[in-house]
DNA sequence: GGGAGACATCGACGCTCGTCGATGTCCGGG
DNA sequence: CCCGGACATCGACGAGCGTCGATGTCTCCC
C-alpha cells in the first residue's frame, strides 16, 4: 500500500545507447566463441606476443578453412593484428582492444 | 635466414583449455547481444540498482515475450538476480560476475 | 470467487553462424 | 618456368538464436 500507481522508478540512469549496444554487441559477438576464445589466449600467452597459421592450426582439430575464418573475425572486429611475412602469417593481439573490453565491465561492476 | 625450418615456436605458454573456453564463450554469449547489454546498463545504471520488469518493457520496441527471454537468459548466466515482491518482479545485476569478466580481460591485457 | 494485470512459457518462423570440402592466390625453390 | 606449400575465399549445409503471437500461471483487488 505504499506506492500502488508506480512499479518503480522509471529508469532513472542515463544508460547506453543502442547504438553504443550494437558496437559492444559486435565485439563481443566476435569473443563469445570458445575457438575464438582460445586463438586470442594462445596468441596471448605466447613469449612473442604473436603466432602463425601453421601453429594455430595445429592446436585445434578444425579445418584449416575454419581457423582462417576465425582468425579473419578477429581480426575485422579489431582484436587481432595481421602481418605477412614472407610465405607465413602472423597474428597479434591488440591489448589495447582487450584492455577497452575489461573496461567495460569494470565502469559496470561499480555501483554507483 | 635465421630458422628456415620452423615458421615459428610452436605455441609456448599455457593457455585456456578447451572447457574453460566453453565456460567463458557461455558467459560472454549471454552478454554478446544489444538488447542484452543494454538491459545490463539499464539495471545497473539504476539508482536502486534494480528494475522491474514493467519499467524493462518500456524502455524497447520489443514483445514481453522477448524481453521476458532476454532477462531469462542473463539470469541463468549467473549474471542477473531475479526477485519477485507481490506482482512484479524485480532483476538486479550480480556485480561480482561483471567484474570476473573485467578480469578475464585485463589478464589478457598484460604483455606476459 | 471472479476478473484483471504482470510475467513466464510454448511453438514456430526467419536469419545468422560455425564448419566443411573445393578452389583460388601468392610466394619461394629447384 | 613450373611446382609445391601457406593461407584466403567461395558455396553449401546443419544447428542455434532472436523474435513473435498465443497461452499459461500467479497475485492482488473488488
Tied chains: 1, 2.
Aim: hydrophobic content about 50%.
Amino acid at each position: 500500500m505504499s506506492d500502488p500507481a508506480a512499479c518503480c522508478t522509471p529508469l532513472t540512469g542515463t544508460a547506453m545507447s543502442a547504438e553504443r549496444a550494437e558496437e559492444v554487441a559486435g565485439l563481443l559477438k566476435a569473443l563469445a566463441d570458445p575457438v575464438r576464445l582460445r586463438l586470442v589466449s594462445l596468441i596471448a600467452g605466447s613469449d612473442t606476443g604473436e603466432a602463425c597459421v601453421c601453429d594455430l592450426n595445429a592446436a585445434f582439430d578444425l579445418t584449416q578453412a575454419t581457423i582462417s575464418h576465425h582468425l579473419k573475425v578477429l581480426h575485422t572486429a579489431g582484436l587481432l593484428d595481421r602481418e605477412k611475412r614472407g610465405v607465413w602469417v602472423y597474428y597479434a593481439v591488440r591489448r589495447e582492444a582487450l584492455a577497452a573490453v575489461a573496461g567495460l565491465f569494470d565502469a559496470a561492476a561499480v555501483p554507483a
